[in-house]
């Protein structure tokens, strides 16, 4: 990876040109992904469990940690805002799952890119993907929290077992009410001209990488987001499928306005409490310095 971005008087500011498209695909009933798309802050969020409360894990845990980047002030350390609003997340589920017990082992991924101005920061658990197209060359920034993943680091079986593994949905780690969520959080070190994509499994199991490579190569963010849509339904959108597209560009990452809301995040019935995050969120912006 490069250097660290560093922020002084020379030294723009970056964000990303943002851009989010997500469907239901051609089989299932609903769409259980979430998705989030600012200046500020990329985010996919994968869904599952019965009685819609795919919908609502996803898509509330996708608000809490919007909320928290849109109330923050600048200058917040990043990693601590993110592992923040992870916390908040995965009690807000659960008290989910009280105010409704059918949703009692709701879950979802989370994968979530922040633009802070002097830097980005990488929040992800499950398996969604962060892909990084820097000129030609398009790199994984994420690692598949799966069973096959697993085993593909003990050197049990080879990446070109896992699309017909009869365990590859196999998930090991997630957002879910109930357990502490192991998330990882990193920095990244992103340059203008870089494109990212954040996606759901609905893309990356049915459309192989060198044509993800290829759709995300072409056009604006908003045009490659749905391109990558329609390949996915192309293949038979047998999943749920959201991708969101950022190009990394100079300016203030700061904008206060709402971004692209895609998915089950749409629909304001899918959150738990929408004034509970939003209030969290700003006590939490008057207390960190
Ligand atoms: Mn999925």
Redesign the pocket.
Known sequence: MQAPIRRGDEVPMLRFRPAATSDRGLVRDNN??SGYASAGLLLVA?GVGGNAAGEVASASVAHVVASFVLGSRERQDPVALLSDAVEFAFAHLGDGVRRDPARAGMATTLTALLADGDGFTLAHVGDSRGYLLRGPDLCQLTRDDTLVQELVDEGRITRQDIPTHPYRSVVVRSVTAGTTPDVTIARVALQPGDRVLLC???LS?FVPEHVIGDLLDVGTPTTAAQRLVDAALAAGGR???TCIVGDVDEGNPHVRHNGHLVGAHRNPVNLIDPAAALAQSLARAATVG
């Open positions: 259980e992904d994968d759901s499994d609905g199991d999943d749920n499928v």
